[in-house]
């Protein structure tokens, strides 16, 4: 077996079922098997998967393991040479997985492998490459100096924000939201440390990997990151588990690190924890007295498809009750024109909803890169499902 896909899913039924459906393109013609690891949801998900999807290994848990448990236990039945975590809420472009399977293969010494992520306005995510977070370099991020000198590698080091986005790069920390790894190296390194719950395993394995004398690589093949749904970053528990995953990581690679060096880095980190709170807890009493709307002030939304999503826009603007624009696919030389429906008011949101049945997912993102600064989203239609996806809701019509 060439490859195993890993998926832990927890209450995104809808955007599980996307990237699936994308998998299904990527990986024609190669050997592979696709594991999901559902970590007890309460949305239906295993029988919403289980009636669409036919030779995929689905493991239910009886209680939410955590991402490193849930992937371990996919990985000890998987037999793939190479085993790649995919988060659920992601699609993959139809050649990614395969250039990147070329890749490794070219290179022996290879460790974890990353990808070129973008978010659903079109920019480039961040985090689709990162260096270890040192002592120093996490200073640098939380004192801004990171964002400050991006081209710095002494201060852009956090991100690694001064390489190329368009060349094979190494890196030091492979995202866990797309994490192609070799078998051969995590039977030498081990598998995910389940002392992590939630977020942190990646950059813990990506730093074995790295004192393994493996090499971590980034590679400028696009996926997109719908980033945050499969985690629900608006709760308590996000705070609380992602900031605890930091001090995690902290202790167990600098814990021998003089107090002087220690104890300023954890006050940062439970200040920013601090913060984080205070912001959500913002949002969430905001959006309790009604002042945020689910897509946001007065969203806009404009449909390029087929005939057959054509034909189910006015009964999408029905259940939303939001204003919307259609363009059939032939018009679609007109695309570019319409730069100027959108809002750049900060306020009000365009979702541009590509038919999935008409565009490949790496012309939707090609497309979405030519508005980002237009305050405009990713959105999607399944005309098989008469599913709408975007960032902030899914909507079954």
């Not at 499969?230 to 202790?251: C, D, E, G, N, P």
Request: hydrophobic share 40%; charged share 25%.
């Amino acid at each position: 077996m060439k490859l195993t896909v890993v998926i832990v899913n927890y209450n995104v039924k809808y955007y599980i079922e996307q990237c699936l459906n994308s998998l299904k393109k990527a990986l024609r013609g190669i050997e592979s098997e696709i594991f999901v690891v559902d970590n007890h949801s309460e949305d239906g998900s295993v029988a919403h998967l289980r009636k669409r999807f036919d030779g995929i290994n689905i493991i239910e848990s009886n209680r939410n393991l955590g991402f490193a448990r849930a992937n371990n236990i996919a990985i000890r039945r998987s037999t793939g040479e190479y085993v790649l975590l995919l988060n659920p809420d992601t699609f993959v472009c139809e050649n990614t997985i395969r250039e990147v399977l070329d890749f490794a293969d070219r290179h022996k010494n290879i460790g974890g492998v990353g990808v070129k992520m973008y978010n659903a306005d079109g920019t480039v995510a961040m985090e689709s490459r990162r260096g270890l977070p040192t002592p120093m370099t996490s200073f640098y991020k939380m004192c801004g100096l990171c964002a400050r000198f991006p081209k710095s590698k002494r201060f852009g080091k956090y991100y690694m924000s001064y390489l190329d986005w368009d060349k094979p790069s190494k890196i030091d920390v492979v995202s866990g939201a797309f994490f192609l790894v070799k078998r051969s190296a995590l039977d030498s390194v081990g598998l995910l440390d389940t002392d992590f719950f939630m977020y942190g395993e990646d950059i813990d394995l990506s730093y074995r990997l790295l004192k393994g004398g493996y090499d971590n690589w980034y590679l400028p093949y696009p996926i997109l990151h719908y980033k945050g749904e499969s985690t629900h970053k608006t709760s308590f528990r996000y705070v609380h588990v992602f900031y605890q995953a930091m001090l995690i990581f902290f202790r167990k690679h600098y814990g021998h690190l003089r107090l002087g060096v220690v104890l300023p880095i954890k006050l940062a980190i439970y200040m920013k924890a601090f913060v984080a709170f205070i912001m959500m807890m913002t949002k969430w009493i905001r959006k309790s007295l009604g002042f945020v709307e689910k897509f946001g002030n007065d969203p806009k939304f404009i449909f390029i498809g087929g005939e057959r999503m054509l034909k189910s826009c006015e009964e999408i603007s029905h259940r939303m009750g939001l204003a919307t624009d259609a363009f059939c696919v032939k018009d679609e030389k007109r695309i570019p024109s319409i730069k100027d429906r959108f809002s750049t008011d900060g306020k009000s949101m365009t979702y541009i909803v590509f038919d999935t049945t008409v565009f490949s997912y790496e012309e939707m993102i090609n497309i979405m890169t030519w508005y980002k600064g237009c305050n405009v989203k990713l959105g999607t239609f399944n005309t098989d499902t008469e599913t709408l996806i975007t960032p902030d809701e899914t909507i079954k019509i």
